[in-house]
């Protein structure tokens, strides 16, 4: 089946300081991903919607400076949690539509574990 | 009201027990639907797709009601590995996924 990856895997970084996150439709394109947070005991909360060529659509109280989104490509989404702190701290997971006829399947990254410090 | 609702449970069944869970949509025109599960600390993964005919897998059966706009997850003499967080998805358009928060099941041996 399709194939999305997502790098890093995970990490840790200090208080303040920025990391990007990738995902990537590894054997298809994708003109729209979806990127997640899931907190521990928690379920998936939906954070924007990238968008290639135009800009994403962030969810009710995500904050849209806070995590910048980038769909350079067909196949790349990248966001972006800019000055970083603990609450921060989250399992974040994209995903991409793959669409065959009318049929869609919804295909995930293996997710990426921020730990901010 | 929410766009796509489920009980968040948990759910804790015994082994071998038969469980049903729904999910509840608002828009009426939405197109798709599936049940997608996901194991802790990992991804979800797609469990089967929904179709207004139902569709069986093994233990596994999917019903949409479209009148009553619900679907739900059966799951017949369920297993110790059944347990994990099930996710209901419902697609409106290209670029409108729903993702309900999920429910919880915990088969106890």
């Known amino acids: 089946g399709a194939v999305v990856s997502q790098h890093p895997s995970w990490v840790i970084c200090k208080s303040g300081t920025s990391v990007k996150i990738e995902c990537r439709s590894l054997?298809?394109?994708?003109?729209?991903m979806f990127w997640y947070r899931q907190f521990p005991k928690q379920s998936l909360m939906l954070m924007a919607t990238s968008n290639e060529g135009s800009k994403a659509t962030y969810e009710q109280g995500v904050e849209k400076d806070k995590f910048l989104i980038n769909h350079a490509s067909l196949t790349l989404s990248t966001l972006t949690v800019t000055s970083a702190h603990p609450e921060d701290s989250s399992f974040y997971i994209c995903?991409?539509?793959?669409?065959?006829?009318?049929?869609?399947?919804?295909?995930f990254g293996p997710g990426t574990r921020l730990t901010v410090l | 009201r929410k766009e796509v609702e489920q009980d968040p449970g948990p759910f804790n069944v015994p082994e071998g027990a038969t469980v049903a869970f729904n999910c509840t949509y608002s828009?009426?025109?939405?197109?798709?639907f599936f049940w997608y599960r996901q194991d802790c600390r990992k991804e979800p993964k797609l469990l089967m797709s929904v179709y207004s005919s139902g569709n069986e897998d093994g233990r596994f059966t999917a019903q949409l009601n479209r009148a009553s706009q619900y679907i739900s997850l059966l799951i017949r003499d369920s297993k110790l590995s059944d347990s994990a967080t099930y996710l209901c998805v419902v697609i409106e358009s290209a670029s409108k996924i729903i993702f309900g928060s999920g429910t919880r099941l915990s088969i106890r041996p």
């Open positions: 828009n009426s025109a939405s197109q798709s």
């Open positions: 054997d298809f394109q994708a003109t729209t």
């Open positions: 995903s991409a539509p793959l669409w065959g006829g009318p049929r869609v399947e919804q295909f």
